[in-house]
């Protein structure tokens, strides 16, 4: 993609290859190798990548994506595929590369299941669940699969990430991060939201720990402050955001305000081979057109390491081998052993809302 489109139109794209890698073992594996070659040759040190294990499925998953013919490889073994070509690429590349399963909006019959992998396969690469998709779903979030998955996801201790406020309501994050017992709605539309509805849904019922862009939190202030005050990650992508048409050339964008409100935000890529982009491309448009230094970007890393979903020894790691290569003093509390220094560091969307 050169030129925006919208979110669905965007979405679209991923019918032109996906048939081609889903159910093929080889490739997907393959694939999961090279991604963590191209990110060790970007300068990344640490990545979390995501995907959906059912759309990469020809078996045990209805209905089956792509309109491929029933074979043999399972939301399961797709798992196990990604675990093996990360952590080989880990071996030979040098850099940590972990994963985070996805549920998609419209596929609420899938997220029990993904919430499972994500228990079977935990530190196995995998690290969290996200709520992927067209956020243009009239109340998606709170479709009855998605959320019974995202308590399972609570109560089992597993990180939760949600894509919410890029193009849909700030309501939609909100529902995402507080209440205890989600209310459960039918698995069709509901009565239109205002633009925040997601990133309040998010919050709210889904209790992420992040939220996915997040951009349009910044229409109900009263949300955005609250976010700030809890320390809530945003996860960035610019170039994203800007082919996608949740952000308009010449209007200022919302990490703009993240910036100047010291926010807990990260710049971060949003599918790569659609988009055309690497880290480097959200890194110099931030500088180019929106004035970010590079005082900015070391900032904005030490927040994405914080606020990854790594156990808390591994953290400590990744801090302060970000410490160490940016010259900076460790906080006591961030003491621990060093290692190689970076060049870079992102918590990457590579695979974003699709597979």
């Not at 809890?230 to 050339?249: D, I, Q, R």
């Not at 710049?267 to 900015?296: A, C």
Request: with cysteine; glycine share 6%.
């Amino acid at each position: 993609m050169d030129k925006p489109l919208s979110l669905p139109g965007f979405l679209a794209k991923f019918d032109y290859y996906m048939p081609v890698i889903a159910g093929c073992r080889e490739a997907i594996k393959r694939i999961a190798y090279e991604f963590v070659e191209m990110k060790a040759k970007e300068g990344v040190v640490y990545v979390e990548v995501r995907y959906s294990p059912h759309l990469l499925a020809n078996y045990k998953v209805k209905p089956i994506p792509w309109n491929q013919a029933e074979g043999d490889l399972s939301p399961d073994e797709v798992v196990d595929l990604v675990n093996q070509g990360l952590q080989e690429g880990e071996r030979d590349f040098k850099i940590k590369a972990r994963s985070i399963l996805c549920c998609m909006r419209h596929m609420p019959e899938w997220s029990p299941e993904v919430v499972e992998l994500c228990k079977k396969y935990w530190q196995h690469t995998v690290v969290a669940i996200d709520l992927a998709g067209d956020e243009t779903i009239v109340g998606s979030s709170l479709f009855e699969g998605h959320v019974k998955a995202y308590q399972e996801a609570v109560k089992s201790g597993v990180h939760r990430t949600v894509h919410a406020g890029e193009v849909g309501p700030p309501e939609v994050v909100r529902e995402v991060k507080t209440t205890d017992r989600a209310p459960f709605i039918p698995d069709s539309p509901c009565p239109l939201l205002a633009p925040s509805s997601a990133s309040l849904q998010a919050v709210d019922v889904l209790k992420t720990e992040r939220v996915g862009h997040g951009y349009h939190t910044l229409e109900d202030e009263t949300l955005y402050q609250r976010l700030l005050k809890e320390n809530m990650h945003f996860e960035v992508c610019p170039w994203s955001s800007y082919l996608t048409g949740a952000w308009k050339m010449g209007t200022e964008h919302a990490v703009v305000r993240f910036k100047n409100d010291k926010a807990n935000y990260s710049l971060n890529t949003d599918d790569p081979l659609i988009f055309k982009s690497t880290l480097d491309t959200d890194y110099q448009m931030t500088k180019r057109d929106m004035g970010f230094t590079e005082e900015d970007f070391k900032t904005l890393n030490i927040n994405a390491a914080k606020s990854s979903f790594l156990p808390e020894n591994e953290k400590k790691e990744l801090l302060n081998l970000l410490y160490k290569a940016y010259g900076m003093t460790a906080p006591a509390s961030s003491a621990g052993a060093g290692q190689e220094e970076p060049s870079g560091y992102g918590v990457l969307e590579a695979l974003g809302e699709g597979p």
